[in-house]
């Protein structure tokens, strides 16, 4: 099976920070994806979002720089490997600017990661702020 990335980039305007600290704790994600999320926030800590439809564990963390974690959701089948996940928070005057790499994707499940970056976490991260 053919594997892709996708790359995206969201600027918020709140400090980056606040954004890692919300990525890693389970209450804050929890109301971040409006889902039950369970964290371990170390390196290989696990994680569980969407009680357990997306499933991984956290390879390099380096607060508040970088979040890199392995990432499986429930439409994967069991010969198919995790995809990686690494966020990158860069801090701006006004915030900062998150990069989302997402790598080894299933080429049939392309459009639906983008879409699920583009039209549901980053809508809901501008919100972050107003959730702490």
Do not use: N
């Amino acid at each position: 099976m053919r594997l892709q990335s996708i790359e995206l980039s969201v600027d918020l305007f709140v400090k980056p920070q606040l954004v890692w600290d919300t990525w890693m704790d389970s209450h804050k994600h929890s109301l971040l994806a409006q889902a039950p999320a369970l964290i371990d926030p170390r390196v290989g800590g696990a994680y569980s979002l969407w009680g357990g439809s997306v499933v991984g564990e956290f390879v390099y963390l380096d607060r508040p720089k970088v979040i890199a974690q392995t990432w499986r959701t429930e439409d994967f089948t069991p010969d198919m490997d995790d995809t990686r996940l690494e966020l990158t928070f860069e801090e701006r005057v006004r915030g900062c600017s998150i990069r989302v790499v997402h790598a080894h994707i299933p080429s049939p499940m392309v459009g639906m990661f983008r879409q699920a970056w583009s039209q549901f976490y980053f809508p809901r991260m501008t919100t972050i702020g107003q959730l702490v």
